[in-house]
């Protein structure tokens, strides 16, 4: 009976994580810099008949959508998170310098629910609307996560490292 407890507690807890990482080195999305408030503000330059400049006919390029910081819930956590919309319209989350600890059923999630610090955030995710991105690729390092196209992002505002066994989250990152 004592073993088959103790293979059971061994098998839901699988406290070995805590002890290994899992590092991602994903390429991520080049994201274009923001124009300057100094371009933007500067009139309309008056209409030419002169030919389109090179720089008029480069492809798009993808766009920061969103990015925040991670802060600590469960487990120390720090890196950040960042909705980039790519040169052909699509949406992806990246996970940029990712530090957390491994757990046995991490996944992630973009949610509806503010991102409160300590033991009052831990829970507070599965509360409201939330999609699961899919299962945390490591628990260090760059990666990525497509957002399904028919997922509307409005008031999807945070994005949790969530621990599906235990119901909590790892870390957390409010997107503005």
């Not at 059971?8 to 124009?35: H, M, N, R, S």
């Not at 008029?56 to 909705?83: C, K, N, W, Y």
Request: overall charge negative; aromatic content about 8%.
């Amino acid at each position: 009976m004592l073993a088959a407890g103790s293979a059971f507690g061994l098998y839901w807890f699988q406290p070995w994580k805590l002890l290994t990482d899992a590092e991602v080195a994903e390429q991520l999305t080049e994201v274009a810099p923001p124009a300057s408030s100094a371009a933007s503000a500067s009139p309309a330059a008056p209409a030419s008949s002169a030919p389109a400049s090179p720089a008029a006919t480069e492809p798009a390029t993808a766009t920061l959508v969103s990015s925040g910081d991670f802060i600590s819930h469960e487990h120390d956590t720090s890196g950040s998170a960042r909705i980039v919309r790519t040169a052909d319209g699509r949406h992806r989350l990246e996970l940029v310098g990712l530090n957390t600890s491994n757990g046995p059923d991490l996944r992630v999630w973009l949610t509806d629910q503010p991102v409160v610090e300590g033991r009052a955030g831990w829970h507070v995710f599965d509360d409201g609307r939330w999609v699961e991105l899919g299962r945390l690729k490591g628990n260090r390092g760059d990666q990525g996560y497509e957002i399904p196209g028919e997922v509307e992002l409005t008031n999807l505002t945070s994005v949790s490292i969530w621990c599906k066994r235990f119901a909590v989250s790892f870390g957390a990152a409010a997107l503005g």
